[in-house]
C-alpha cells in the first residue's frame, strides 16, 4: 500500500468515502473505536451508513459517568450499530492495582490507570484486525496535529506480512463542523455537554471546561498529561517520501 498516494488523495476526500474505501479494503478486519462523547456521534453514524457491522470498541474502564452508558446505549439503537464490544481491563491485574493505590489509582497513578483500562485491552482487541478508524483531529491536540489521515503502525507481536493500519477520516474537521454535522443529521447530543463537558472521558479525571479554554482542557485538570494513550502506544512506520502538509488541499464537505 503507497502510503503517501493514499494520504495524498484522501487530503481532498470527504470523510464518508475514505470510510467507504477502509470497509471495502480491510472488512470484516475493520473496527473503530468510540469513547461515545460528545463528538462521537459524527463518525459512529458516517460508519453506521456505510457498514453497521463494523467492529465498534468501547473501553468499558469502569469509570464512566452514568450518562455516557446512557447516551452509548441510545446511539446504538438509533444507529442501528451491530457489533459493540466492550474492552475491559484483566480483573487480576486491575484488582492489584487498585489494591496498590488504595482504591484511587486514578488520582495517585492516571497513567498506570490509563494502561490496564484502556491501552491494554485495547492492544489485545487490534490483534484481531488489520485496520481500526478512530475519530481523533488534529485541532485537538499538539500531539495530534501531525497525524496522518492513514497511518502504518509496528508492533512487536504483529505479523509483519500484515501491518496494523490506523484510519482517521475526520483529520481535518473542526470542532464547528462536528457540530454542524451533528446538528444536521439530528443526532442527540451528550447529556453532560450543556454542563460544560466539551470533552468526556472517566468521571475521575474529567471536569468541565471554562468559557475560552481548549475543549480537552477538563481532560486530566492539573496534570502534565494531555493523552490517554491509546493514541500514542505503538510506533508509526515513518514513510520513506517527503510528507506532503497535512491539510492541504481538503474538502470539508460530508
Known sequence: MELEKLNQEFEKKKPGEIIAWA??????????????GPESG???HLVSQINPEVAVLFLETGYHFPETLE????LVRLLGLKNVIDLKAD???KADVVKKYEGVPYEKNPDLCCQINKVEPLDRALKDYDAWMSGIRRNQTDFRKSIRIVEEYR??????????????PLSNFTSREMWW???EHKIPIHPLYDKGYLSIGCWPCTRPVQAGDDERSGRWAGKAKTECGIHTFMEVKE??????KP??????KI
Open 23 to 36: 470497509a471495502g479494503e480491510f472488512s470484516p478486519r475493520l473496527a473503530m473505536t468510540s469513547s461515545f
Open 42 to 44: 459524527v463518525l459512529l
Open 71 to 74: 447516551y452509548k446505549e441510545s
Open 91 to 93: 480483573p487480576k491485574v
Open 155 to 168: 508492533r512487536a507481536d504483529l505479523d509483519r506480512a500484515r501491518p496494523l493500519y490506523k484510519i482517521s
Open 181 to 183: 454535522y451533528l446538528k
Open 239 to 244: 514513510e520513506k517520501k517527503e510528507k506532503e
Open 247 to 252: 491539510g492541504s488541499g481538503y474538502s470539508s
